[in-house]
């Protein structure tokens, strides 16, 4: 079963998210109160722990959700093969995938600490069609 592990957030781009219990995730806009937020294509960030867990063997044993500026860390599913326009149900959220990685910042504070960054290979990117909650343990489906 694919799932949140994380839900993640900050005030400005470019930083490590911290994580938060839960999410309001705005139609249009993304996670409210998230830097990244707005009427565009990348409104929501998602990372798998998977993805994360390639940095660790690298030898960084003490990444954490956030820490690669997604807002939703998930476990269960890969995200990066997903194709654009699948839809996800995530809580009571319905998104779309609208890209599949990204040019990274550069000089970011996520490279400067781990040296590397899985977000421009392996991250997907999606905007909100249905607002509502998502939490840690929400389970990810395929509408």
């Known amino acids: 079963m694919a799932k949140v592990i994380s839900i993640n957030i900050s005030k400005e781009k470019g930083v490590i998210k911290t994580p ?61 093969t997903l194709p654009i326009g699948t839809k996800l149900k995530i809580g009571e959220v319905i998104m779309e995938v609208t890209q599949i990685g990204k040019e990274c910042h550069s000089g ?3 490279s400067k600490i781990t040296g590397k960054c899985i977000m421009p290979k392996e991250g997907i990117f999606a905007k909100i069609l249905e607002e509502g909650y998502i939490k840690a343990g929400d389970e990810i489906s395929m509408v």
């Not at 995730?25 to 960030?45: I, P």
């Not at 722990?49 to 660790?56: A, H, L, P, Q, R």
């Not at 956030?66 to 599913?77: D, P, Q, R, S, W």
Request: with cysteine.
């Open 20 to 80: 938060i219990e839960k999410g309001f995730f705005k139609k249009d806009f993304g996670l409210e109160g998230d830097a990244h937020g707005g009427n565009w294509n990348r409104q929501v960030s998602l990372l798998a722990e998977e993805s994360i867990d390639k940095m660790k063997e690298l030898g960084l044993s003490e990444l954490t959700p956030g820490v690669f500026a997604e807002n939703i860390t998930t476990e269960g599913i890969i995200l990066y």
């Open 108 to 110: 970011c504070q996520i």
